[in-house]
């Protein structure tokens, strides 16, 4: 079995960059350049033939992918081009005209799940956010049709509770959604043993599959009972028969919209390739001991931690508070050091399987240097990204 380090030559930006920021954009593998190019053969080549040669199945043998890391029974997981629009397409299976209207997530949920099911209010949904996933439990009840929540909160890397959302949410007829983009990759996933209804989740991060390539997957058994209004020809039973009303495809086929994002779906296989080959088990045992070494390192630098402490609440992201933070992310970056910032929680610092013990020792050290020096202060300041 190969080395973790052994990966890294499979990463190209790893020779220019010290690359912390795999919880936002995971470093890409040569290989997703080859299929990219792939791709191309295929379209310059075969033409419309490609279709029946693999592009249009890809939603779901992808997805078949995703399910294996993720825990999933086959056929159950499918591809989209995001978590807004898998989310979209959940939300479109369900209406607030009843007394059980209440959708309740946490304050962390990440921004764009709230705005969506925010817009539902016009539709008669009851909006109700918490202080955290303790507070969801206790919030939830008979109202309650909907928790949209995330595995791990995005600003601080927290891993909330999901097991106990679930056990209540079900035990008060509630659905649960689960958001696992900050997870899945480096924080194992089974979605059969937890139980939840659905689960969402992309390839930006974690799984080094880069943009365009979302995923929704829908619980065996619950899938057939549902009909969602947001939906497409590949949805259809029989999408080629070219029939003029709609009659659902079967299981978590229903829930696929029109035409696939094929270039994605080529590019992100890359990355979940060396992610199935690694084992998310062993991602995980590295990324508790190197989290632990970062936190280590900047804490001796007497710089304050702001995400959990406990390896068991902590996912692959490591938050620490900088004065100016947003010229301190821009001096990181002028010396190739990726990483980003958010407001409240500070520069988030993402290692991945790839990273070496000394590159943390040098980002720590660097982050020192800049704030005791004031190196940072000949910047004007950063965006958010």
């Not at 995703?66 to 978590?83: D, F, K, L, W």
């Not at 008979?142 to 909330?160: A, C, M, N, W, Y």
């Not at 057939?224 to 029989?238: I, M, N, T, Y």
């Not at 890359?270 to 590295?286: H, T």
Request: glycine share 10%; hydrophobic share 40%.
């Amino acid at each position: 079995m190969p080395e973790l380090l052994d990966y890294r030559d499979r990463f190209p930006i790893l020779s220019e960059t010290t690359y912390l920021i795999n919880h936002s954009l995971g470093a890409m593998p040569a290989e997703a350049e080859r299929r990219l190019g792939e791709y191309a053969e295929a379209w310059k080549t075969r033409g419309a033939r490609a279709w029946g040669e693999g592009w249009w199945e890809m939603p779901m043998t992808v997805g078949d992918q995703i399910g294996r890391i993720i825990g999933a029974a086959p056929r159950s997981t499918v591809m989209h081009q995001n978590v807004t629009v898998a989310e979209a397409i959940v939300l479109s299976c369900f209406d607030f005209a009843g007394a059980r209207r209440r959708v309740v997530y946490e304050e962390g949920n990440f921004p764009s799940v709230r705005y969506l099911h925010q817009a539902q209010r016009r539709y008669g949904a009851e909006v109700v956010v918490v202080r955290d996933d303790e507070a969801i439990i206790e919030a939830l009840d008979e109202r309650t049709l909907l928790v949209p929540t995330s595995h791990v909160l995005f600003k601080t890397g927290e891993i909330q509770n999901v097991q106990a959302i679930v056990e209540r949410a079900h035990e008060v007829g509630a659905f649960v959604l689960l958001d696992a983009y900050q997870s899945v990759g480096t924080v194992p996933l089974d979605v059969t043993a937890l139980g939840v209804d659905f689960a969402v989740g992309g390839s930006v991060k974690w799984l080094c599959g880069g943009p365009g390539a979302g995923w929704l997957y829908v619980r065996p058994g619950l899938a057939d009972r549902l009909e969602p209004s947001l939906v497409g020809w590949q949805a259809h039973a029989r999408p080629f028969a070219f029939d003029p009303e709609l009659e659902y495809a079967q299981g978590a086929a229903r829930f696929l919209t029109g035409t696939p994002n094929v270039p994605a779906l080529y590019a992100a296989t890359a990355g979940y390739d060396v992610i199935e080959e690694i084992g998310v088990d062993r991602i995980r045992e590295n990324s508790i001991r190197q989290t632990e070494l970062l936190i280590r390192l900047l804490g001796d630098a007497g710089l304050e931690l702001t995400g959990p402490r406990d390896p068991a609440r902590r996912g692959g992201t490591v938050t620490v508070r900088t004065p100016d933070v947003e010229t301190v992310h821009r001096e990181l970056e002028h010396r190739s050091i990726l990483c980003d910032f958010r407001p409240d929680v500070g520069l988030r610092l993402g290692p991945h399987f790839f990273t070496t013990d000394e590159e943390l020792t040098f980002v720590a050290e660097e982050i020192t240097r800049i704030v005791e020096s004031g190196a940072h202060r000949r910047h004007p300041g950063a965006a958010y990204r």
